[in-house]
């Protein structure tokens, strides 16, 4: 199985925000859509990634910060303070199991799906699992039905 049949099926919306977008509205944004990144794009082309781990990392550093002093308030933050600036990015021929091997050594549960400087669309653990579980059951009937089938022995 490719990436390209994994987007085919889970589609191609892209949501996206700038970096100087304001952090609180990217995580509205998610919120808003149920989903776990955001694309960062400026002038048409990728710069980075914005997922609830940054989102988490930057309201942790912040509980940190206001413990020891004043520190200013997270609205004031922008998505270019906190983004991933230069995501894992995956290509729509590569092999499912290759994806899987480099969402794990990466640690990143969100690769963007690159065809050239495109943008394809954003490939997420869940959609991997989703379409690997897919593909067993699939595969799990069609041994099922052949079984049921077997030619009886003379």
Known sequence: MKVSEILRVKGTTLYTVTPSTMLSD???TMAEHDIGSLIVMEKGQLVGMLTFREVIRVLARRQVEHRTGPTPPVAEIVVRDVMNPQPSVVTPDMD???????MIDTHQRYLPVMDGT???????????????LEEQSFENRLLKAYIRDWPAQE
């Open 96 to 102: 499912v199991n290759d994806l899987r091997r480099s």
């Open 26 to 28: 990217g995580v509205i």
């Open 118 to 132: 495109t943008v394809m669309g954003v490939i997420s653990f869940h959609d991997v699992a989703r379409a690997v």
